[in-house]
């Protein structure tokens, strides 16, 4: 059996169908088709199962391509192994990150990495979509979620803390709600994930909670422009902690309903990665130097935007 038939046929089940294929493997799709039909001539037996957007491995199919992935990740090591001979540390790493969290917290972070390991190349794209999480050009996504799917790798990276917060000067003018079904009423400055309805679950200390849909008066996913926006006096932000917390420790932001912990996307915040796409040296230390970051300010304090668990 040609190991190159069953790479092919990792990359067809990976990319979903024979055209995104082919186009990763800068063949035509009848190439593509022909090679794969003179696989399952080989093995007696249909691979994959076809419809007319996706495709879907046989058991044999699911077998042969455990057998694939091994053989693919042990040619790109062999490969690395020979381009990086008498060489630095090189390679590219796709990232996908939050745009909030992202531009305000990994910012920093992804900076410092670059200059430590100036060889790397980052492709790095704020993004909050949660279809497709980890595509061709994506190595590691980090998300802020409930769960995490369960057909990726996911590494958790602690509690994100959501507040309801507002100036001193809008409170003074329209009053400080005491519940979160009040929000529904008032205007509300937050996020949204589109195609997704804006709800506000709002936890209490014995684990019970209140849903509370929200009809928000400005939406983006701009944090720096949300945050301006509450400092213009224009509603109640529903944003994590890490966007006001400058504001929060001078007093010019106040936070409220103090006895819930808030949430709208989830609670948590994950690093996700596809199971047994090989990883490079590059996507490795990138990976560990993120965690490594994420950890050291684990620590419960309004400074900080997670809390640990």
């Known amino acids: 059996m040609d190991p190159a038939s069953l790479v092919l046929l990792v990359e067809i089940i990976e990319a979903g169908n024979l055209s995104r294929a082919a186009r990763k493997l800068k063949m035509t799709r009848a190439n593509v088709s022909y090679r794969l039909a003179q696989l399952e001539k080989q093995v007696g037996s249909q691979l994959l199962r076809r419809t007319t957007v996706q495709v879907e491995a046989t058991e044999l199919g699911k077998r042969l391509l455990e057998h694939g992935i091994l053989i693919r990740n042990e040619l790109l090591q062999a490969q690395e ?12 790493v796709g990232l996908s990150v939050p745009s909030g969290y992202g531009q305000m917290v990994m910012a920093p972070w992804l900076l410092e990495f670059k200059q430590r390991y100036p060889d790397i190349v980052l492709d790095v794209v704020f993004e909050n979509r949660v279809d497709n ?5 994506i190595d590691v996504a980090i998300r802020i979620m409930p769960e995490p799917p369960g057909q990726l790798v996911a590494r958790d990276m602690g509690t994100v803390r959501y507040i309801a917060c507002a100036t001193q000067t809008w409170l003074a003018q329209h009053g400080t709600p005491q519940t979160p079904q009040a929000l529904s009423t008032l205007p509300v400055i937050t996020s949204a ?43 109640i932000g529903i944003v994590p902690d890490y966007v006001v917390q400058a504001e929060l420790l001078s007093g010019q932001v106040l936070a409220m309903l103090p006895s819930y912990r808030l949430s709208i996307f989830g609670t948590r915040m ?7 796409r090989h990883q490079t040296r590059a996507i490795r230390t990138c990976i ?11 620590t419960p304090s309004i400074h900080n935007p997670l809390l640990a668990p």
């Open 81 to 92: 192994s020979v381009e990086r001979l008498g060489q630095g540390l090189h390679g590219r």
């Open 133 to 137: 999480l980890v595509r061709d050009e």
């Open 193 to 235: 994930v589109v195609g997704e309805k804006i709800r506000l679950r709002a936890y209490r200390e014995d684990g019970s909670f209140d849903d509370a849909p929200l009809n928000p008066s400005l939406v983006s996913e701009h944090f720096p422009f949300l945050r301006e926006a509450i400092l213009a006096h224009l509603g």
């Open 270 to 276: 994950f690093m996700l990665y596809m199971p047994g």
């Open 288 to 298: 560990d130097f993120l965690l490594a970051k994420n950890q050291a300010q684990l």
